[in-house]
């Protein structure tokens, strides 16, 4: 991990609420791993002046250009002032953090279910999926069409997508449990991976118990630090003993076992 400066490239709208990030990280940063994150030290601009750096997972790595991507949501003082940053900007970066996703090429058919900003956490596992040979299908959830995002970009890496979405009233959680079990039952799915919805994972523990299929989640949490010192991320978690322990997110994860994950909020 290290701090560095690193030039905005690109900052762009994507809908209403996500913007597209792009930053230069030639000198090293962009070795990001799939599920780990970088913490931003967010501009200060007038009233807003955010004094916590933001943690946000990465969206694209790309390492032939150097280049690092981010897709965020507006949704506080820090979000909004990073929204400001145009390119030319320099952008303080702390990173990479956390521990990734383990994706062993014993694989053979990845089911990743993400929604809202969690389609930018999982983004990279499809990547890495596709260069090991790995069949991977993304289902897509959101408000409405609009709010779909990287549905292009995952299928340029090769995987297949099913968008669901709440306006169109396929994203419930009957309909998604049934592409679930399709993709498990007649196209062996043997893996799980989500981010982003409380309801998706327990939907997903509950089919990975009942298929004995494994799999893995990105949690989101606030973080003050990223490097597990200053405990404001601890939650809890199920321990092989059938109890209850409790692990900083950025430290000992921010990727955790499906089974051992416990949804925090309703």
Avoid at 44 to 61: D, T
Avoid at 104 to 112: M, P, T
Avoid at 174 to 181: G, I, L, N
Avoid at 223 to 249: H, I, K, L, P, W
Wanted: include cysteine; charged fraction near 20%; hydrophobic fraction near 40%.
């Amino acid at each position: 991990m290290a701090e560095t400066l690193c030039r905005v490239l690109h900052n762009d709208w994507v809908n209403d609420t996500y913007k597209h990030l792009i930053v230069d990280a030639a000198h090293g940063a962009a070795r990001a791993a799939p599920g780990q994150f970088f913490h931003l030290l967010c501009p200060v601009i007038g009233e807003n002046a955010p004094f916590f750096r933001r943690p946000m997972s990465v969206y694209r790595i790309d390492k032939a250009q150097g280049r690092l991507e981010f897709l965020y949501k507006i949704v506080g003082r820090g979000t909004t002032t990073l929204a400001t940053l145009a390119p030319g900007d320099e952008l303080n970066v702390f990173g990479p953090l956390g521990r990734g996703f383990r994706l062993g090429a014993d694989r053979k058919h990845i089911v990743q279910v993400a929604r809202g900003v969690g389609l930018a956490t999982l983004a990279p596992v499809a990547e890495s999926a596709g260069r090991l040979g790995i069949r991977t299908t993304a289902i897509l959830s959101a408000r409405s069409p609009e709010h779909v995002m990287s549905a292009d970009y995952l299928r340029s890496v090769g995987a297949e997508v099913v968008a669901v979405t709440d306006s169109e009233g396929t994203s419930d959680a009957a309909a998604v449990e049934r592409r679930v079990r399709s993709l498990v039952e007649r196209d062996g799915g043997d893996f799980f991976v989500t981010c982003g919805s409380n309801r998706l994972l327990r939907l997903l523990q509950r089919l990975g118990a009942e298929y004995g299929i494994g799999g893995e989640v990105a949690m989101e949490q606030p973080m003050g630090c990223g490097n597990g010192m200053c405990f404001a991320c601890v939650g809890s978690f199920r321990n092989d003993e059938g109890g209850t322990s409790y692990r900083r997110v950025c430290w000992d994860g921010p990727v955790f076992d499906l089974q051992e994950a416990i949804a925090w909020s309703t």
